[in-house]
Protein backbone atom coordinates (compact mmCIF):
# COMPACT_ATOMS: atom_id res chain seq x y z
CA UNK A 1 0.00 0.00 0.00
CA UNK A 2 1.04 3.24 -1.29
CA UNK A 3 2.47 5.41 1.82
CA UNK A 4 3.17 9.46 1.09
CA UNK A 5 4.84 11.36 4.10
CA UNK A 6 5.98 14.92 4.29
CA UNK A 7 8.88 16.60 5.86
CA UNK A 8 8.26 19.27 7.80
CA UNK A 9 5.17 19.12 9.11
CA UNK A 10 5.50 23.05 9.70
CA UNK A 11 8.22 25.55 8.69
CA UNK A 12 8.63 29.28 8.78
CA UNK A 13 11.44 30.98 7.25
CA UNK A 14 12.00 34.97 6.79
CA UNK A 15 11.26 36.49 3.60
CA UNK A 16 14.16 36.31 1.04
CA UNK A 17 15.14 32.66 1.90
CA UNK A 18 15.51 29.87 -0.53
CA UNK A 19 13.60 26.86 1.09
CA UNK A 20 13.48 22.87 0.36
CA UNK A 21 10.04 20.64 1.28
CA UNK A 22 10.61 16.90 1.02
CA UNK A 23 8.12 14.09 0.28
CA UNK A 24 9.07 10.65 0.36
CA UNK A 25 7.04 7.47 -1.11
CA UNK A 26 6.86 3.80 -0.65
CA UNK A 27 5.78 2.33 -4.07
CA UNK A 28 8.47 3.43 -6.61
CA UNK A 29 5.82 2.07 -9.14
CA UNK A 30 4.25 5.85 -9.51
CA UNK A 31 2.77 7.90 -12.83
CA UNK A 32 3.35 10.70 -12.11
CA UNK A 33 3.87 12.98 -8.74
CA UNK A 34 1.78 16.46 -8.66
CA UNK A 35 2.73 19.32 -6.05
CA UNK A 36 -0.12 21.31 -4.96
CA UNK A 37 -0.52 24.75 -3.17
CA UNK A 38 -3.51 25.10 -0.48
CA UNK A 39 -4.66 28.68 1.17
CA UNK A 40 -6.90 28.30 4.41
CA UNK A 41 -10.41 27.32 3.97
CA UNK A 42 -9.43 27.27 -0.25
CA UNK A 43 -9.10 24.18 -2.51
CA UNK A 44 -6.43 22.86 -4.29
CA UNK A 45 -4.32 24.21 -6.86
CA UNK A 46 -1.65 22.83 -8.88
CA UNK A 47 1.90 23.83 -8.81
CA UNK A 48 4.08 21.42 -10.84
CA UNK A 49 3.30 17.52 -12.29
CA UNK A 50 6.35 15.52 -12.51
CA UNK A 51 5.92 12.01 -14.88
CA UNK A 52 7.85 9.02 -13.81
CA UNK A 53 9.83 9.52 -16.46
CA UNK A 54 10.95 12.50 -15.66
CA UNK A 55 13.68 14.20 -13.60
CA UNK A 56 12.20 17.68 -12.90
CA UNK A 57 10.31 20.05 -13.60
CA UNK A 58 10.32 24.40 -13.32
CA UNK A 59 7.79 26.61 -12.81
CA UNK A 60 9.11 30.36 -12.13
CA UNK A 61 10.69 30.32 -8.71
CA UNK A 62 9.47 26.70 -7.94
CA UNK A 63 11.53 23.95 -8.94
CA UNK A 64 10.23 20.10 -8.38
CA UNK A 65 12.73 17.07 -8.52
CA UNK A 66 12.06 13.20 -8.50
CA UNK A 67 13.80 10.28 -7.42
CA UNK A 68 11.37 7.01 -8.31
CA UNK A 69 14.10 4.63 -7.28
CA UNK A 70 14.98 6.22 -4.03
CA UNK A 71 10.86 7.22 -3.24
CA UNK A 72 11.73 11.23 -3.07
CA UNK A 73 10.66 14.47 -4.12
CA UNK A 74 11.40 17.84 -3.25
CA UNK A 75 9.76 21.16 -3.77
CA UNK A 76 12.40 23.99 -4.31
CA UNK A 77 11.23 27.55 -3.28
CA UNK A 78 13.98 30.29 -4.46
CA UNK A 79 13.50 33.95 -3.09
CA UNK A 80 10.30 33.40 -0.46
CA UNK A 81 8.15 35.47 -0.41
CA UNK A 82 5.19 36.42 2.18
CA UNK A 83 2.48 35.33 -0.17
CA UNK A 84 3.84 31.93 -0.42
CA UNK A 85 3.24 31.38 3.18
CA UNK A 86 0.33 28.24 2.86
CA UNK A 87 -0.07 24.27 3.16
CA UNK A 88 1.90 22.37 0.07
CA UNK A 89 0.74 19.13 -0.58
CA UNK A 90 2.23 15.89 -2.24
CA UNK A 91 0.81 13.43 -4.48
CA UNK A 92 1.35 10.36 -6.19
CA UNK A 93 -0.96 8.80 -8.85
CA UNK A 94 -0.68 4.95 -9.38
CA UNK A 95 0.34 3.19 -12.62
CA UNK A 96 -3.54 2.19 -13.08
CA UNK A 97 -5.73 4.19 -15.10
CA UNK A 98 -8.19 5.65 -12.39
CA UNK A 99 -5.53 8.03 -11.74
CA UNK A 100 -6.53 7.93 -8.20
CA UNK A 101 -3.65 10.39 -5.85
CA UNK A 102 -2.64 9.52 -2.61
CA UNK A 103 -1.60 12.37 -0.58
CA UNK A 104 1.01 13.47 2.17
CA UNK A 105 -0.02 15.17 5.00
CA UNK A 106 1.27 18.26 3.56
CA UNK A 107 3.83 21.37 5.34
CA UNK A 108 2.95 24.70 6.51
CA UNK A 109 5.15 27.06 5.19
CA UNK A 110 4.72 30.75 6.56
CA UNK A 111 6.94 33.02 5.10
CA UNK A 112 7.60 36.30 7.59
CA UNK A 113 7.92 39.60 5.99
CA UNK B 1 -7.43 24.02 -18.28
CA UNK B 2 -10.38 22.68 -16.52
CA UNK B 3 -13.10 24.26 -14.26
CA UNK B 4 -14.54 22.86 -11.33
CA UNK B 5 -17.59 24.02 -9.58
CA UNK B 6 -18.84 22.98 -6.17
CA UNK B 7 -21.81 23.83 -4.22
CA UNK B 8 -22.63 24.95 -1.99
CA UNK B 9 -19.27 26.80 -0.49
CA UNK B 10 -20.61 25.84 3.07
CA UNK B 11 -23.36 24.21 4.71
CA UNK B 12 -24.77 23.46 8.10
CA UNK B 13 -26.62 20.56 8.58
CA UNK B 14 -28.19 18.69 12.01
CA UNK B 15 -27.75 14.58 12.68
CA UNK B 16 -29.43 12.49 10.81
CA UNK B 17 -30.49 14.74 7.94
CA UNK B 18 -29.83 14.52 4.09
CA UNK B 19 -26.94 15.79 2.39
CA UNK B 20 -26.57 16.82 -1.54
CA UNK B 21 -23.45 18.26 -2.84
CA UNK B 22 -22.83 18.92 -6.52
CA UNK B 23 -20.16 18.99 -8.79
CA UNK B 24 -19.37 20.18 -12.17
CA UNK B 25 -17.11 20.29 -14.98
CA UNK B 26 -16.04 22.61 -17.46
CA UNK B 27 -13.11 22.56 -20.50
CA UNK B 28 -12.73 18.74 -20.60
CA UNK B 29 -14.70 15.79 -21.63
CA UNK B 30 -15.36 12.48 -20.15
CA UNK B 31 -12.52 13.19 -17.10
CA UNK B 32 -12.55 10.73 -14.39
CA UNK B 33 -14.09 12.48 -11.18
CA UNK B 34 -13.00 12.45 -7.80
CA UNK B 35 -14.23 13.12 -3.92
CA UNK B 36 -12.04 13.75 -1.63
CA UNK B 37 -12.41 14.57 1.85
CA UNK B 38 -10.02 16.28 4.49
CA UNK B 39 -11.30 16.36 8.05
CA UNK B 40 -9.70 18.73 10.33
CA UNK B 41 -5.93 17.92 10.91
CA UNK B 42 -6.05 15.06 8.79
CA UNK B 43 -5.05 14.72 4.88
CA UNK B 44 -6.91 14.30 2.16
CA UNK B 45 -8.56 10.74 1.87
CA UNK B 46 -10.21 9.68 -1.57
CA UNK B 47 -13.79 9.08 -1.17
CA UNK B 48 -15.14 8.10 -4.54
CA UNK B 49 -14.02 7.79 -7.87
CA UNK B 50 -15.79 7.70 -11.48
CA UNK B 51 -13.96 6.76 -15.03
CA UNK B 52 -17.80 7.08 -16.45
CA UNK B 53 -21.72 7.96 -16.40
CA UNK B 54 -22.91 5.91 -13.94
CA UNK B 55 -19.50 4.21 -13.02
CA UNK B 56 -18.64 4.93 -9.23
CA UNK B 57 -16.07 3.43 -7.34
CA UNK B 58 -16.06 3.58 -3.45
CA UNK B 59 -13.08 4.06 -1.99
CA UNK B 60 -13.84 3.46 1.63
CA UNK B 61 -16.86 2.14 3.39
CA UNK B 62 -19.30 5.01 5.33
CA UNK B 63 -22.24 6.64 5.13
CA UNK B 64 -21.96 8.50 2.16
CA UNK B 65 -22.98 7.77 -1.66
CA UNK B 66 -21.72 9.26 -5.34
CA UNK B 67 -23.80 9.28 -8.64
CA UNK B 68 -22.59 10.53 -12.12
CA UNK B 69 -25.76 11.64 -13.48
CA UNK B 70 -24.11 12.89 -16.46
CA UNK B 71 -20.56 13.12 -17.83
CA UNK B 72 -19.42 15.96 -16.24
CA UNK B 73 -21.33 15.91 -13.13
CA UNK B 74 -20.52 14.21 -9.87
CA UNK B 75 -22.62 14.33 -7.00
CA UNK B 76 -22.00 13.24 -3.39
CA UNK B 77 -24.99 12.14 -1.05
CA UNK B 78 -26.55 10.87 2.61
CA UNK B 79 -29.59 10.12 3.52
CA UNK B 80 -28.68 10.77 7.61
CA UNK B 81 -25.43 12.21 8.07
CA UNK B 82 -23.26 11.65 11.06
CA UNK B 83 -21.00 13.86 13.53
CA UNK B 84 -18.05 12.51 11.44
CA UNK B 85 -19.39 13.25 8.37
CA UNK B 86 -18.08 17.08 8.98
CA UNK B 87 -15.14 18.05 6.95
CA UNK B 88 -14.07 19.51 3.80
CA UNK B 89 -15.48 18.29 0.76
CA UNK B 90 -13.34 18.52 -2.05
CA UNK B 91 -14.46 17.66 -6.24
CA UNK B 92 -11.42 16.76 -8.79
CA UNK B 93 -11.32 15.87 -12.24
CA UNK B 94 -8.71 14.32 -14.09
CA UNK B 95 -8.98 14.66 -18.49
CA UNK B 96 -8.75 12.13 -20.33
CA UNK B 97 -5.39 11.92 -22.11
CA UNK B 98 -2.78 14.85 -21.47
CA UNK B 99 -0.83 14.47 -18.48
CA UNK B 100 -2.73 13.37 -16.21
CA UNK B 101 -3.20 16.42 -13.75
CA UNK B 102 -5.75 16.94 -11.38
CA UNK B 103 -8.17 20.08 -10.77
CA UNK B 104 -9.79 20.56 -7.77
CA UNK B 105 -12.61 22.66 -6.88
CA UNK B 106 -12.82 25.20 -4.30
CA UNK B 107 -14.45 22.60 -2.08
CA UNK B 108 -17.83 22.72 0.44
CA UNK B 109 -17.48 23.31 4.13
CA UNK B 110 -19.90 20.34 5.85
CA UNK B 111 -20.37 20.77 9.34
CA UNK B 112 -22.57 18.42 11.34
CA UNK B 113 -24.19 19.40 14.22
Known amino acids: KQEVTQIPAALSVPEGENLVLNCSFT??????LQWFRQDPGKGLTSLLL?????REQTSGRLNASLDKSSGRSTLYIAASQPGDSATYLC????????????FGQGTTLQVKP | SQTIHQWPATLVQPVGSPLSLECTVE??????LYWYRQAAGRGLQLLFY??????ISSEVPQNLSASRPQDRQFILSSKKLLLSDSGFYLC????????????FGPGTRLTVT
Open chain 2, 50 to 55: SVGIGQ
Open chain 2, 92 to 103: ASQGAGGLGEQY
Open chain 1, 27 to 32: DSAIYN
Open chain 2, 27 to 32: GTSNPN
Open chain 1, 91 to 102: AVRDSSNTGKLI
Open chain 1, 50 to 54: IQSSQ
